[in-house]
Structures are given as structure tokens and as C-alpha cells.
């Protein structure tokens, strides 16, 4: 172990080794962090449960004309085939919670899916200490299941932003509760909404809550996601095989798409 002293300045202890990231430096991303703010999943954790399925009832079209008070704003149209407070199917998979609050914003999701397909490309971590099981919407952390952790957290932020772009044609801007205080809850997600799609054919005081909006105003560019080409295990079957294939712009979002209906085994490169 080594300090360094500068006057009367003490650094902290700190060690110089080839082991140095061995352990204890980014694994607790992946091991806590990442399986945590995971999105439209149960998470369990051994003896506890870090907090139950959340979201599955994803999402109204947000209104038009509004400024959301956590910074969205949705113009004079929603820009896609969907009306204003009509359910939007497909953006109940995937994701992961923003900081602080359980919005989902596109710049946020695509930019963790580079980076991590990135990691993936660069150091081939095969690192495994999660079970994610995306058919089932649980995650069992500190339970290996075989597949590394790295890819089966890129395709968790590939569902979010494929299923979005499906659905309405374009990138969404942000997913996020209508409601001031569903949007100040400090407890579960999973007590956010009622996790039942919206039917307003039901009497006020049975209805649900407000429900998460899909906000498509200032949407971001495909290219937020730059492809990758790391290769996918040929023997790990898709956990989902219902979507189709579609050619967008950015070719990593179009694999995705290739990947969830078990047609395509490598992500693309930059390149090509």
C-alpha cells in the first residue's frame, strides 16, 4: 500500500498492483447497481426484495400543449399515430430508473447501452453474478445463471428503446408519471401506479391512478446508440420472439430488434 505526502497533506492509503480491478471496483455496477434501477422487473435479493414488478402498465401518449413539471415538453402534436392519453403498447420491457426518480429518458437508455456494449467489446467481461430473466420480469442478484451480466444488461436497454421505437415510429423523449405525487414517492416503484393497463371505460373512483406518459417531443437521434460488434453466444436463445425486424438509422437498434425475434447473432460494427 502507498501514500502520498505533499507538505503537511496526507493522501488516503492507495494500492499499485496489476490486481487492482480485480475485485470491488466495477464490479458493484454491474453486481448492485445496474440490476436495481432495472425497470418493469422484480428485483429480489436473496432474503429481500430491492423493490417489486414496476411500471407494467407503460404507457399514456402525454398530452399536447404541456410542460411537464420535471422539465418535458410535449408541442401541439404527439408526432406518431397515437392520440393523447391513448396506451401505447410496447414500452413495458427494458430500462433502467434515472437518478433520483423512476423516469426513463431515451438519451439515458441508449447512452448506458453504448457504454456497456462498449465494455463488452473492448474487455469481453464475462463477469456473472445475476440471474435477469426477462420473460418472467425478475432478477435474482447474486444468483449466476451462466450468461454474462454485461449483455444481458445491453439487452435490457436495447427492449426499452427498440420497443419504443417500434410502437411509435421514432425514438420516445421520456417515460414518467403524470402525477406530482406519484413523481415525489420515496418508497417501492412498484406502488407507483396500479400495474393494470388504463381503461376509461371504468368509474372514477374504481380507476386507476394517473398513469406513466410517453413524452415524444424533442426526440434524440438513433445515433445515440453507435453500434458495436461484439458477438453474441450463437447458443443463448432469445428470451422474447415477438417482434419484428425494422431498418432504422443506427444499425445497433436494428439488431436489437433482429435479436429479440431470434434472427441475428452479432451486433453490428461502426463500421458498417
Keep these: 500500500m502507498y501514500q502520498v505526502k505533499y507538505g503537511e497533506t496526507l493522501s488516503i492509503p492507495f494500492q499499485i498492483s496489476p490486481a487492482v480491478y480485480d475485485r470491488h471496483v466495477w464490479q458493484p455496477t454491474l453486481e448492485y447497481y445496474l440490476p436495481v434501477q432495472m425497470c418493469h422487473m422484480r428485483i429480489n435479493d436473496r ?4 423493490h417489486g414488478l414496476c411500471h407494467d402498465d407503460d404507457a399514456l401518449m402525454a398530452p399536447v400543449d404541456l410542460n411537464h413539471f420535471d422539465g418535458y415538453v410535449q408541442g401541439k402534436s404527439t408526432l406518431t399515430q397515437y392520440q ?14 434515472d437518478a433520483g426518480d423512476y423516469d426513463l429518458r431515451v438519451e439515458s437508455q441508449a447512452t448506458t447501452t453504448r457504454m456497456l456494449a462498449y465494455m463488452y467489446e473492448l474487455f469481453q467481461v464475462n463477469y456473472d453474478a445475476t440471474t435477469i430473466d426477462q420473460a418472467g420480469k425478475i432478477v435474482e442478484m447474486h444468483r449466476p445463471d451462466g450468461k454474462p451480466d454485461v449483455l444481458q444488461q445491453i439487452e435490457h436497454g436495447a427492449l426499452t428503446v427498440v420497443g419504443g421505437y417500434e410502437a411509435l415510429g421514432r425514438l420516445y423523449r421520456g417515460i414518467i ?13 412498484m406502488v407507483m401506479t396500479d400495474n393494470l393497463k388504463y381503461d376509461p371505460s371504468l368509474k372514477k373512483m374504481n380507476a386507476p391512478e394517473p398513469l406513466p406518459a410517453s413524452w415524444t417531443t424533442v426526440g434524440y437521434l438513433p445515433k445515440k446508440i453507435p453500434a458495436a460488434k461484439s458477438v453474441w453466444p450463437p447458443a443463448w436463445p432469445s428470451p422474447t420472439a415477438h417482434s419484428k425486424v425494422i431498418t432504422i438509422p443506427s444499425p445497433m437498434i436494428a439488431w436489437a430488434s433482429r435479436r429479440r425475434s431470434g434472427n441475428s447473432t452479432k451486433m453490428p460494427s461502426n463500421r458498417e
Design 47 to 50: 432474503y429481500k426484495v430491492w
Design 84 to 97: 393523447p392519453h391513448q396506451s401505447v403498447p410496447g414500452l413495458n420491457v427494458g430500462g433502467w430508473h
Design 177 to 189: 408519471c403524470s402525477d406530482l405525487r406519484q413523481y415525489t414517492l420515496l418508497g417501492d416503484g
